[in-house]
DNA sequence: AACCAATGCGTTATGAAATAACATAACCCG
DNA sequence: CGGGTTATGTTATTTCATAACGCATTGGTT
């Protein structure tokens, strides 16, 4: 990345075993609960983004499709991200071009993220819009999204080099 | 876009004549401040931007590069765009894959604006960003920059439709 | 069960956005 | 005017994303 510290990428450490299970369960249910269907393309792709370490790009994904090491064909997966998209359990980094699943709990948020130049990891955090929202407001905007991306140095890259 | 009304692409009307000129000047006198150079293809795209009534992609620049209507090599576009946002002479809207010219007076690195979703206008305005910048720094981030996207209906898309 | 509309998937192909790499030219400064 | 630095021209390639079509599955309705 931009800064290149010597760091090797990591401090998002992707789930496996129980723990993934675990976050598949939570969102198959939430499907059900609005009779969407988590159906195998979208489930593994949702495995895929969070087993990873850090954020994927679309073509990462397609290659890490298969469980054989069959690569998928690119409109399975965008459409797989399309859908976990909108279903709030991914979210897109524009500024990257990379995905991310989401780890905040609640079901409405906004998605903002805090990017490490340095080791490229993307963390997601819940920030106040308030005061943006009211500019928008007072400027007769009608807001439906808002996307806040903060680039810089995570705590591990900015202490050592 | 994704709402669609039926306004025509407007809101945001592009610099012509003396205005046009007045603007590039301006950019000229505060390269020749920093000894920075705004050579001739930096320039035609400056005025491309400025010219346009709203975000434009790098290849609307590179075909209407040429007075004669011959289009630019990529490259030469995109180095353009790289010298004009490091200025602070345009900001590139991540959500749109576009580029606008930058309409604020400072020479801050946060870039906000307010997307449009029915006619496409971006308005670049100026939030707030302390409360955000409060909350990467309690989390040990040294933020760099913030990009903040807003979507939703402009104050004439959302009033008539 | 038979139907059918809606949704999702597989596949091929193509379109759109951005950059790598290398050669040449212009500029600045001593 | 020499030499480093910065900028441009050019070719080719890589990366990112979607269009378009037909088939399969689902879930509701009679």
């Not at 789930?15 to 598949?24: H, I, K, N, Y």
């Given at each position: 990345m931009g800064v290149d510290c010597h760091h090797t990428e990591s401090a998002q450490p992707g789930?496996?075993?129980?723990?993934?299970?675990?976050?598949?369960a939570a969102a198959e249910s939430k499907c059900e609960r609005?009779?969407?269907?988590?159906?195998?393309?979208?489930?593994?792709?949702?495995?895929?983004?969070?087993?990873?370490?850090?954020p994927m790009k679309a073509?990462?994904?397609?290659?890490?499709?298969?469980?054989?090491g069959e690569p998928a064909k690119p409109p399975t997966v965008y459409r797989a991200l399309e859908f976990l998209e909108r279903l709030g359990f991914a979210h897109r980094i524009e500024s990257l071009n990379a995905y991310v699943p989401c780890r905040m709990e609640g079901t409405s948020h906004r998605a903002a993220f805090l990017i490490?130049?340095?080791?490229?990891?993307?963390?997601?955090?819940?920030?106040?819009?308030?005061?943006q929202f009211a500019a928008a407001e007072?400027?007769?905007?009608?807001?439906?999204?808002?996307?806040?991306?903060?680039?810089?140095?995570?705590?591990?890259?900015?202490?050592?080099?």
């Open positions: 789930l496996e075993g129980a723990a993934l299970a675990s976050a598949v609005t009779r969407e269907r988590l159906t195998p393309p979208r489930r593994r792709v949702l495995e895929r983004l969070l087993e990873a370490d850090g073509y990462d994904l397609i290659a890490a499709y298969g469980q054989d490490c130049e340095c080791c490229g990891t993307a963390e997601e955090f819940e920030p106040d819009f308030a005061p007072a400027a007769g905007y009608a807001v439906r999204t808002v996307t806040l991306e903060a680039r810089g140095l995570c705590p591990a890259c900015k202490g050592g080099a």
